[in-house]
């Protein structure tokens, strides 16, 4: 079922807008056509597209569906044919060493350009702030850090949505932090400190609420990830190995706090990314490998196909697909200097002599070089939101 014929039955459903003409998305053209053409559409100018005609201003502002006002089994129809307005984009914060000016910049996934966001609000220091993405929200959060040029952590939290391309003020955290560890676990964003306190930000509600605190001793912030409910906090590892590295868990129906498994604390050995439910990390080592965590053995097994190109350098930050793609697929971005991406697609591959119980996997990596002007960016964080 086509945009339109959709918007026509909800109108009819809703009792509504009796004797209003629906208007073709795009005068002769087939309506899937029509949607396909809209989809291509840089999210960055919806704003401006809406006001091209009302049915514009409808499919881009409902597009991404409204099954309530349809019987389940139509609705079910529906999405099976229709066309999914939510792309992903990938976002990435990048500084310049010497100037330490902060941007963020955006990636067509059709284009492949980048595209500029307005400027990030407040003051921190690049890599001091957490950033928090919601992305079937479409929405990101910069939250806390340290002020540029000195030690005082701050409180403040801005907000991002793609729909409006836009920054606004958040309710502030209840307490000043920097270097935090943080993730999205249920909907909900999820900050910790070194020091064990934590706190817990419901969008909803636009307001913080306490969290149980982690006891024992600090850890150190090396990378944080959120999966399955939970989200995982290591300090990571460094050579020359003077004891094993700690880590620690929040659960968030429980609202509780347990150690780290042995083997995944000792082998996250890089950054972390989280597609399609299953967590990845890049090895900072070597070839930087792609490796998955395997719960059921704790165990990180490595992923074949090689790793990240050498052409996307140092530093690395990581994002990864919430959901599959195509074919049971997930996808890996893994952005380098001057915003040269890794764009890895993994999925199942058959391995001789592997246990009948594990799924082995193998990657495949596409670059997508940065333009020249960006030679001197370094990233810090990177979101994959679907705008």
């Given at each position: 079922?086509?945009?339109?014929?959709?918007?026509?039955?909800?109108?009819?459903?809703?009792g509504?807008?009796?004797?209003?003409?629906?208007?073709?998305?795009?005068?002769?053209?087939?309506?899937?056509?029509?949607?396909?053409?809209?989809?291509?559409?840089?999210?960055?100018?919806?704003?401006?597209?809406?006001?091209?005609?009302?049915?514009?201003n409808?499919?881009?502002t409902?597009?991404?569906?409204?099954?309530p006002?349809?019987?389940?089994?139509?609705?079910?129809?529906?999405?099976?044919?229709?066309?999914?307005?939510?792309?992903?984009?990938?976002?990435?914060?990048?500084?310049?060493?010497?100037?330490?000016?902060?941007?963020?910049?955006?990636?067509?996934?059709f284009?492949?350009?980048?595209?500029?966001?307005p400027?990030?609000?407040g003051?921190?220091?690049?890599g001091?702030f957490?950033?928090?993405?919601?992305?079937?929200?479409?929405?990101?959060?910069?939250?806390?850090?340290?002020?540029?040029?000195?030690?005082?952590?701050?409180r403040?939290v801005?907000?991002?949505?793609?729909?409006?391309?836009?920054?606004?003020?958040?309710?502030?955290?209840?307490?000043?932090r920097?270097?935090?560890?943080?993730?999205?676990v249920?909907?909900?964003?999820?900050?910790?400190?070194?020091?064990?306190e934590?706190?817990?930000f419901?969008?909803?509600?636009?307001?913080?609420?306490?969290?149980?605190?982690?006891?024992g001793?600090?850890?150190?912030?090396?990378?944080?990830?959120?999966?399955?409910?939970?989200?995982?906090?290591?300090?990571g590892?460094?050579?020359?190995?003077?004891?094993?590295?700690r880590?620690a868990?929040?659960?968030?129906?429980?609202?509780?706090?347990?150690?780290m498994a042995?083997?995944?604390?000792?082998?996250?050995?890089?950054?972390?990314?989280?597609?399609?439910g299953?967590?990845?990390?890049?090895?900072?080592?070597?070839?930087?490998?792609?490796?998955?965590y395997?719960?059921?053995?704790?165990?990180?097994?490595?992923?074949?196909?090689?790793?990240?190109p050498?052409?996307?350098?140092?530093?690395?930050?990581?994002?990864?697909?919430?959901?599959?793609v195509?074919?049971?697929?997930?996808?890996?971005?893994?952005?380098?200097?001057?915003?040269?991406?890794?764009?890895?697609?993994v999925?199942?591959?058959?391995?001789?002599?592997?246990p009948?119980?594990?799924?082995?996997?193998?990657?495949?990596?596409?670059?997508?070089?940065?333009?020249?002007?960006?030679?001197?960016l370094?990233?810090?964080?990177?979101?994959?939101?679907?705008?």
């Amino acid at each position: 079922m086509s945009f339109s014929s959709m918007s026509k039955q909800q109108v009819l459903d809703a009792g509504e807008g009796a004797g209003e003409e629906v208007v073709e998305l795009i005068p002769g053209l087939p309506e899937e056509v029509a949607e396909k053409c809209l989809l291509h559409l840089p999210f960055l100018y919806h704003r401006l597209f809406r006001t091209v005609s009302s049915t514009w201003n409808r499919f881009l502002t409902d597009a991404p569906a409204k099954p309530p006002l349809l019987a389940p089994a139509a609705a079910a129809a529906a999405a099976a044919v229709s066309v999914s307005f939510s792309l992903p984009f990938l976002f990435a914060f990048a500084f310049d060493p010497a100037s330490r000016r902060l941007q963020c910049q955006a990636l067509d996934p059709f284009s492949r350009r980048w595209l500029l966001l307005p400027p990030v609000p407040g003051g921190a220091a690049a890599g001091s702030f957490a950033v928090v993405g919601l992305p079937r929200r479409g929405e990101m959060y910069v939250i806390g850090g340290v002020e540029e040029g000195g030690d005082k952590a701050v409180r403040s939290v801005a907000v991002y949505s793609a729909a409006r391309n836009g920054w606004e003020e958040a309710a502030a955290m209840r307490t000043p932090r920097g270097y935090m560890a943080a993730g999205e676990v249920g909907g909900r964003v999820v900050v910790a400190g070194e020091d064990g306190e934590a706190e817990v930000f419901d969008p909803e509600a636009g307001r913080w609420l306490p969290a149980a605190p982690r006891r024992g001793a600090a850890v150190a912030r090396y990378d944080a990830a959120a999966a399955g409910g939970k989200l995982y906090v290591t300090e990571g590892w460094a050579w020359p190995f003077e004891r094993a590295p700690r880590g620690a868990v929040y659960d968030a129906a429980a609202d509780s706090w347990r150690e780290m498994a042995r083997g995944m604390r000792e082998g996250w050995t890089g950054s972390c990314a989280v597609a399609g439910g299953r967590m990845y990390i890049v090895a900072e080592y070597g070839e930087w490998r792609l490796k998955r965590y395997d719960e059921a053995r704790d165990e990180w097994r490595m992923v074949a196909g090689g790793g990240v190109p050498p052409e996307v350098r140092r530093p690395h930050v990581v994002a990864g697909e919430v959901g599959e793609v195509a074919g049971g697929r997930r996808r890996i971005y893994v952005v380098g200097a001057g915003l040269d991406v890794a764009v890895g697609t993994v999925s199942a591959a058959a391995a001789a002599g592997a246990p009948h119980d594990v799924e082995e996997e193998v990657v495949e990596w596409e670059v997508v070089k940065g333009p020249a002007e960006f030679a001197g960016l370094a990233p810090c964080n990177a979101q994959v939101l679907y705008a």
